[in-house]
């Protein structure tokens, strides 16, 4: 199979991403597992698209693509018609039949994640795959959780072996900085002895852009189908919470992450169906969950026990800067981002917070570090930079608290609505604002003056009640 990409305007001379030969091929880091030639063409498809999302990207004028790609998650379409992209893919096995319906997903994943058009030339050899590969694998009930290295993953990677009786695997695939971070999470979950863990695969690919990678949820999402299937298992887990993958809008220039989101797993599934006749399903457990409730419930259930289940927690990732996971940086998490926010935010409730406060680059939550002898005003404004996630979160919090009608919502509110997930975020809403009220409350330790005069501000208004904060501060105490 070959993919080519070229556009009208000739900024880019048709660029060979990908051209495979089929007969010479292992995936890379999962040698153990056998694919036939649909699977290896299926492999190479799905790596190609990551390198297309790079070159596309790079050769793109800039544009208010973020502002942009947020008011098409609130449900605009259509901004950027601009066809002068073409990429022409040639298949080998992809059926004949099947060719429109392809060439539409494909065309939507760019659309949904970049909103970029691109025009999609899709010729296929029709080939037939030799008849001993044609034959359906068994399929047992196994299960594939993606796995990132984060605190989602680590609890749902437990809780699958735990609940089921069958085999359980974790997939990381490898594409940043935070192998070191897998490593160390894979060995001391293999000292618990969990019955139905079977063991965490590392899956090599290509990196696209050094960039945020917006496609990269259909990458992780089809490569997992692919690896399930590979296996004959029926499930692949997503541990996704819910706060994530349906997350809203903040700000109106918020980078709203879609790599979970219900769309990119939908398209994942039907490009994996054509490709190799996939009818494997897509669980995520955690959607109705937040991450304070699956870090709570894993303290109280995980057979590693709670102290033990601490370390593990310490060790997880969630920062969006995955730079920060080096083993060798003392500072493992910026802080700032919204995984670190909402991580912190989590430990704090469930109280492991000390050791996990020194580990963050700014601890933005608590402490406001100004540096001696430095110019004020210029520290006053690293510290507002550092709060671009927190303070409007806070805000988006209090106003889904304080919501009294219909059309009363928050910007970015509208997603929520859309996939019924108002309980949800009223609960999520409630830790981000118990988070602030135990560490800005009578006996708080907080002293970012912003944060602070935020939740002043809150309990002045006399709208929150502080009832409602403390018993959502015992409920984690429990
Ligand atoms: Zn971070």
């Not at 299926?42 to 544009?63: D, R, S, V, W």
């Not at 090599?204 to 852009?209: M, P, S, Y």
């Not at 590693?304 to 927690?313: A, F, I, Q």
Request: aromatic share 8%; with cysteine; charged share 25%.
């Amino acid at each position: 199979m070959k993919i080519t990409i070229f556009k009208q305007d000739h900024s880019i001379k048709n660029e060979i991403i990908t051209e495979q030969d089929l007969n010479n091929f292992k995936i890379p880091g999962l040698d153990t597992i056998y694919l036939n030639e649909r699977e290896k063409e299926a492999f190479h498809l799905i790596q190609g698209i990551f390198i297309l999302e790079k070159i596309i990207k790079y050769n793109q004028p800039f544009t208010k693509h973020n502002l942009k790609k947020n008011m098409q998650l609130e449900g605009e379409t259509g901004q950027n018609k601009s066809k002068n992209t073409k990429v022409t893919i040639e298949m080998d096995y992809l059926k004949n039949e099947n060719l429109g319906e392809f060439k539409m997903l494909l065309n939507d994943i760019f659309l949904f994640t970049e909103l970029i058009d691109i025009d999609f030339n899709v010729r296929t050899n029709n080939k037939t795959p030799k008849q001993q590969e044609s034959v359906k694998r068994n399929e047992i009930n196994g299960t594939v959780c993606l796995f990132s290295g984060g605190v989602d993953s680590v609890a749902g990677i437990i809780s699958e072996s735990v609940k089921n009786n069958y085999p359980t695997i974790g997939l990381y695939i490898s594409y940043n900085q935070i192998g070191g971070v897998i490593k160390k999470e894979r060995e001391l979950l293999s000292s618990w002895k969990i019955p139905n863990l079977k063991d965490i695969y590392t899956l090599k690919i290509k990196r696209g852009a050094s960039s945020v990678q917006h496609v990269r949820g259909f990458v992780f999402t089809s490569l997992g189908i692919l690896v399930a299937s590979a296996l004959g298992y029926k499930n692949l887990v997503i541990s996704e919470i819910g706060p994530v993958m349906f997350q809203p809008i903040y700000n109106i220039l918020d980078e709203v992450t879609i790599t979970t989101h219900p769309y990119t797993l939908e398209m994942s599934k039907r490009i994996m169906a054509i490709l190799i006749d996939s009818s494997v399903e897509i669980k995520t457990p955690f959607d109705e969950k937040t991450k304070a409730e699956i870090v709570h419930d894993l303290l109280k259930n995980s057979p590693g026990g709670r102290k033990e289940t601490e370390r593990l927690l310490l060790m997880t990732h969630s920062c969006r800067r995955s730079n920060f996971a080096n083993a060798n940086n003392e500072k493992r998490h910026c802080g700032y981002c919204l995984g670190c926010v909402i991580r912190h935010s989590a430990f704090i409730l469930n109280g492991i917070e000390d050791e996990n406060s020194k580990d963050y680059e700014r601890d933005v939550w608590g402490i406001e570090k100004i540096e001696n002898g430095g110019n004020n005003k210029y520290n006053s404004q690293i510290i507002k930079h550092t709060l671009d996630n927190l303070l409007p979160l806070l805000e988006f919090s209090r106003s889904i608290l304080l919501m009294t009608g219909n059309n009363d919502h928050p910007i970015g509110y509208a997603k929520v609505k859309q996939f019924n997930r108002e309980e949800l975020f009223k609960r999520f809403s409630l830790e981000i604002l118990s988070t602030l009220h135990k560490y800005y409350g009578e006996e708080g330790k907080g002293s970012n003056h912003l944060l602070k005069e935020f939740y002043e501000d809150m309990k002045k208004s006399g709208k929150i009640d502080v009832d409602i904060l403390n018993n959502k501060l015992s409920e984690f105490s429990k």
